[in-house]
């Protein structure tokens, strides 16, 4: 399976509490909610053709908590029936149980865990915000696609997907597309570690 990451981001790369002001006000984030003014059902729609390509879940312990909460109640949603039946994989240290049924508890060496779950037969295995996990996965080597959401705002503190000292990694574009509520939709597949070199040109 291929593994691809879908991301929210601001325009200053912050990845932190898209969804609402309280959904992760960690390292005391307060400016949480800033992709929701921008969805549109054209993005809805597309997000749907993104799911439909899911064979299995990847997700870290906060959103894998937060989904677990809400995503089994929204069962007139056309994404719950999916996300619910979905095998998901958590990954956390600190997680002995789940009851998201159908559940596995990624824990220790996890790029290992992930590069067999890769092995195994099917489409794709996607991670949903988890920007740690998507970080740690990066610098692997593990990730094949990158599907990012850029809200038009600057919200000026919160985690960024790319931190400074954070692995370098080569990107190639292969669609991108604008939706009518303002975001900026652009899909990347891995290349490796990037070369770097000087700039030739001309003045």
Do not use: C
């Amino acid at each position: 399976m291929k593994l691809v990451v879908q991301e929210f981001l601001t325009l200053d790369g912050v990845s932190q509490g898209p969804g609402a002001p309280d959904e992760d006000t960690s390292d005391g984030f307060e400016r949480g909610g800033w992709f929701v003014p921008h969805l549109d059902e054209e993005f809805e729609r597309l997000v749907g053709t993104w799911l439909a390509e899911a064979d299995a879940l990847l997700l870290g312990r906060r959103t894998y908590q937060n989904f677990a909460r809400d995503w089994p109640t929204m069962t007139d949603h056309p994404a719950a029936a999916v996300l619910n039946g979905l095998p998901k994989y958590v990954a956390s240290h600190s997680l002995t149980t789940a009851g998201w049924n159908p559940t596995t508890i990624l824990s220790g060496d996890v790029p290992a865990q992930v590069a067999e779950l890769k092995r195994l037969p099917g489409r794709e295995i996607q991670i949903h915000g988890s920007a740690r996990l998507a970080q740690s996965l990066l610098a692997a080597g593990l990730v094949d696609t990158l599907r990012l959401a850029i809200a038009p705002v600057v919200v000026g503190q919160g985690r960024r997907l790319f931190p400074d000292g954070g692995a370098p990694a080569g990107l190639r574009l292969t669609d991108h597309r604008t939706t009518p509520g303002g975001l900026s939709v652009h899909v990347f597949e891995a290349t490796g570690v990037p070369e770097f070199g000087t700039y030739g040109g001309g003045a």
